[in-house]
T-cell receptor
Framework: EAQVTQNPRYLITVTGKKLTVTCSQNMNHEYMSWYRQDPGLGLRQIYYSMNVEVTDKGDVPEGYKVSRKEKRNFPLILESPSPNQTSLYFC??????????????FGPGTRLTVL | TQLLEQSPQFLSIQEGENLTVYCNSSSVFSSLQWYRQEPGEGPVLLVTVVTGGEVKKLKRLTFQFGDARKDSSLHITAAQPGDTGLYLCAGANAGGTSYGKLTFGQGTILTVHP
């Protein structure tokens, strides 16, 4: 089944404790992206990747890191989480990076709480 | 930073009514997408509009892209309880410094009562 998977789905952690949220897609998609969703703010793009070893900042990259060492995986790293990073996080992928209007397939989301 | 203003934020209507959701920006987008999201799930694409003035229909849903490619609307005819959900518009760029970025509106929470 074609899908985007995220782990964990739920995470409660404390300020300053490094964490990684994994994202994997099995559709051979070139483009992958991370978003955070907060009430009243919609989805805001954190980082995106056009292909392996190519990553770019979205609108809210502060406090986050990403890597794209292989096509299928795009982990989101929070080196020192803070309470303002409490949010619902979505990973997404799409087939081509070369055009602007490809359908993005979203993962099920990761609900992160930073105490 | 490009912004997409979506309105209204909340919409509560009775089954059978019509409604329109608007998505406006001062920026030009190369394409505009509409997604629907249900609780506990990620957004799912409904439609992509690319050409200024384009109109697309998906059963009872009609999507329009403004002539200047700065705004879009979603119109639902005879809404049904199954239409309940969060609707999101998203603008995409194909070039310049924003290449690859996707900007989402704040979303419209639609509730259709039986």
């Amino acid at each position: 089944e074609a899908q985007v998977t995220q782990n964990p789905r739920y995470l409660i952690t404390v300020t300053g404790k490094k964490l990684t949220v994994t994202c994997s897609q099995n559709m051979n998609h070139e483009y992958m992206s991370w978003y955070r969703q907060d009430p009243g703010l919609g989805l805001r793009q954190i980082y995106y990747s056009m292909n392996v070893e190519v990553t770019d900042k979205g609108d809210v990259p502060e406090g986050y890191k990403v890597s794209r060492k292989e096509k299928r995986n795009f982990p989101l790293i929070l080196e020192s989480p803070s309470p303002n990073q409490t949010s619902l996080y979505f990973c997404a992928s799409s087939l081509f990076a070369g055009t602007s209007y490809n359908e993005q397939f979203f993962g099920p989301g990761t609900r992160l709480t930073v105490l | 930073t490009q912004l997409l203003e979506q309105s209204p934020q909340f919409l509560s209507i009775q089954e059978g009514e019509n409604l329109t959701v608007y998505c406006n920006s001062s920026s030009v987008f190369s394409s505009l997408q509409w997604y629907r999201q249900e609780p506990g799930e990620g957004p799912v694409l409904l439609v992509t509009v690319v050409t200024g003035g384009e109109v697309k229909k998906l059963k009872r849903l009609t999507f329009q892209f403004g002539d200047a490619r700065k705004d879009s609307s979603l119109h639902i005819t005879a809404a049904q309880p199954g239409d309940t959900g969060l609707y999101l518009c998203a603008g995409a760029n194909a070039g310049g410094t924003s290449y690859g970025k996707l900007t989402f509106g704040q979303g419209t929470i639609l509730t259709v009562h039986p």
